[in-house]
């Protein structure tokens, strides 16, 4: 998969802009503060509807303006695809292909995408709904039902959440709970199970991946916890009881105890958490295998390598990292955008673009 054409109109600090990529790498060369990271945020908000930096679209809009758009055409390998974000009046319309979407998991997906940023870290650093939320925005590209089945979920997590926080919540008929408990079974296990099958395929390939960026030193394992079991088929069958069990101390909390909102996965190096003995660069070993892995996984899945979009990361890198990565996406010719400051690291190959001021210059 890749970018062909980029136009970027009253977003961030882009008045109107019209980039041209190219495949393989494409280097975003500038000093700091010069739009490279507004470049990759707008593509992957043009793939998934979201941006990464901020939750309003209102931060995304160009100084004083009220409108943004944005516009890219993409190839595949059968075909061409063109989408189209248009942001008015809080109000955001999509197309494909010049066809209006009614849903965001009408085109999420369509093109893919892995981003890849030293932010990225909080998936070990952080707490389980980072790890979560990392599950969640790759499933979201694979399986676009995975987006309505969360919604569906964290609306019966509010409904049943505002329940217990309400005054009546002492006097509640418990059959009332029982009824948003069937809800939270219903959608949270087939949530748990896309979670684990995930976990499982990434598993499979990272195991592979660090073996070799640890030279076969050490051993990594991904693992999920579906409501603090490490066997799916026990969690899932232990669900409802467990509900049960907890009942009363949520009505206590005012909170809901249960379910895959609080599930986490386990990132083990040698059999320790990651999270708590891995040493910095361990750490980045690990982000960069799980992104990775990402990419092999969409390959297996869609016979295509997904776009690479990478914030900032090489200078994060050490050298036999850097040089990992950048043979892997060379080898498996991923298009790579790769933004960097011209005091970085040289790069042998890729097409070079000078960033100043929101205004781009491609190499000649
Ligand atoms: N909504 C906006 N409207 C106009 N300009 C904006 C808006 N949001 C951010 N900017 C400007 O965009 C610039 C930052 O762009 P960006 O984050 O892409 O920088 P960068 O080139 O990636 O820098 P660095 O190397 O420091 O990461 C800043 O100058 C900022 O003032």
Redesign the pocket.
């Known amino acids: 998969m890749m970018i062909n054409n980029l136009r970027l109109q009253n977003f961030?600090?882009y008045q109107d802009v019209t980039i041209k990529f190219m495949p393989g790498i494409n280097i975003l060369m500038?000093d700091?503060?010069?739009?490279?990271?507004?470049i990759i945020e707008g593509i992957y908000y043009l793939l998934t509807g979201k941006s990464y930096r901020v939750q309003r679209e209102q931060?995304?809009?160009?100084?004083d303006q009220s409108e943004f758009h944005l516009f890219g055409d993409f190839l595949m390998a059968h075909h061409k695809v063109s989408l189209e974000s248009h942001y008015k009046d809080k109000r955001k319309i999509v197309k494909v292909n010049q066809v209006p979407c009614q849903r965001l998991s009408d085109f999420v997906g369509t093109i893919n995408v892995i981003f890849f940023s030293p932010d990225d870290l909080v998936m070990i650093k952080g707490g389980p709904s980072e790890r979560r939320r990392f599950l969640d925005l790759h499933i979201a590209q694979m399986r676009p039902g995975h987006v309505s089945l969360l919604n569906s979920y964290n609306k019966v997590l509010q409904q049943k959440s505002a329940l217990l926080k309400s005054f009546a919540a002492k006097s509640l008929k418990y059959s009332q709970l029982q009824l948003w408990n069937e809800q939270i079974i219903k959608y949270g296990q087939n949530i748990i199970r896309n979670r684990v099958e995930l976990t499982k395929r990434l598993q499979s390939v990272a195991d592979n991946i660090y073996g070799n960026l640890s030279s076969q030193k050490e051993k990594l394992k991904v693992t999920y916890m579906a409501l603090g079991n490490k066997n799916i088929d026990e969690a899932i069958s232990k669900f409802p009881q467990l509900l049960d069990d907890k009942l009363e101390q949520e009505i206590d909390r005012q909170m809901v105890l249960v379910g895959p909102h609080r599930d986490d996965v386990q990132i083990l190096l040698n059999d320790k958490p990651a999270r708590l003995y891995a040493s910095q660069g361990q750490q980045r070993s690990i982000v960069l295998c799980l992104k990775l892995a990402e990419l092999e996984l969409i390959r297996q899945e869609k016979e295509e390598y997904p776009i690479l979009l990478l914030d900032?990361v090489l200078s994060e890198l050490d050298r036999f990292r850097r040089d990992y990565l950048m043979n892997f996406i060379e080898s498996s010719r991923i298009q790579t955008l790769i933004?960097m400051?011209s005091a970085e690291i040289h790069l042998e190959s890729g097409t070079l673009y000078f960033?100043e001021k929101g205004h781009i210059r491609r190499e000649q």
């Open positions: 961030r600090n500038g700091n503060g010069q739009g490279k990271t507004n931060e995304l809009l160009h100084w900032d933004t400051t960033v």
